[in-house]
């Protein structure tokens, strides 16, 4: 496949896995009613904080938060629908490159985790009164892509990983919490140890959280903007070679169809 061929696959795949998952009850419910209750959380948690613009960067990284658990639960529970179907083996062996056939999904999860970051905005300003101004929007039209790319080219790694692993929703317990934690979205992360923030610097939520705020409320959101495309080529390519690895092992353990 050329490189358009490839373009079209994945735009193509990206706008069937957005349509699906928007009519998916889970996922409906979950970017429905969960926003809601972190938005409630989060103004309860930061209403008494002093620090400007507090309240509402504080529902900019519920909403990023809300996006990182849509991208990771639903990068694992595609395969894992896909291997139930027994339609994974028929993915895997079609004429596409299969990383090419993940991505539009894990895009489409993190696509679909835009809902939850305009819910809980909606949330604090109409219930809470947290005023929402967008200080740079032609920069906010760029951050909020470039996350959703950013945090889609992860899930393709992940998504690798759920390939080979049978127990993918064991693992994305694991990974929720730590994440958001490390990448700052409710806790800064200077109030982290020092050995730890190099590790935010790798995780994309950590810079697009740091976009789309930046961008709403003031400040220079370039460099982040720039380090999401950056992060977004660099797991591209591990997604690409580890999709490949995995996949190889799979076959070789005939483990693939296993659930």
Not at 40 to 51: A, E, M, N, P, Q
Not at 164 to 182: D, E, Q, S
Not at 234 to 249: H, M, N, P, Q, T
Request: with cysteine; net charge positive; charged share 10%.
């Amino acid at each position: 496949m050329n490189g358009r061929a490839r373009l079209r696959l994945v735009l193509r795949g990206w706008i069937v896995h957005v349509k699906y998952l928007s009519s998916s009850g889970y996922f409906v419910v979950t970017s429905a009613f969960t926003p809601i209750v972190l938005a409630t959380v989060t103004f309860y948690l930061f209403r008494s904080g002093d620090r400007p613009g507090g309240l509402a960067a504080a529902a900019i990284g519920a909403g990023m938060l809300n996006m990182w658990v849509t991208t990771l639960v639903g990068s694992g529970q595609v395969l894992t629908l896909l291997r139930t179907a027994g339609m994974l083996e028929l993915l895997i062996i079609a004429p596409a490159p299969f990383p090419f056939v993940l991505a539009p999904m894990t895009l489409a999860t993190a696509t679909v985790g835009l809902y939850s970051m305009v819910g809980v905005l909606a949330w604090n300003w109409l219930l809470f009164d947290v005023p929402l101004r967008v200080v740079h929007p032609w920069l906010l039209a760029v951050a909020v892509p470039v996350t959703v790319l950013a945090l889609g080219m992860l899930g393709v790694v992940l998504g690798s990983v759920f390939v080979r692993f049978r127990y993918a929703n064991g693992l994305t317990n694991v990974l929720v919490y730590p994440v958001w934690l490390v990448s700052g979205l409710l806790v800064p992360t200077a109030l982290l140890p020092a050995w730890i923030r190099p590790v935010s610097w790798l995780l994309p939520s950590t810079w697009g959280v740091r976009a789309i705020r930046e961008s709403m409320l003031g400040g220079r959101p370039l460099v982040a903007i720039g380090a999401c495309l950056v992060l977004a080529a660099l797991y591209l390519g591990i997604g690409v070679v580890a999709v490949r690895r995995f996949e190889l092992l799979a076959r070789q353990r005939a483990s693939l169809a296993l659930s």
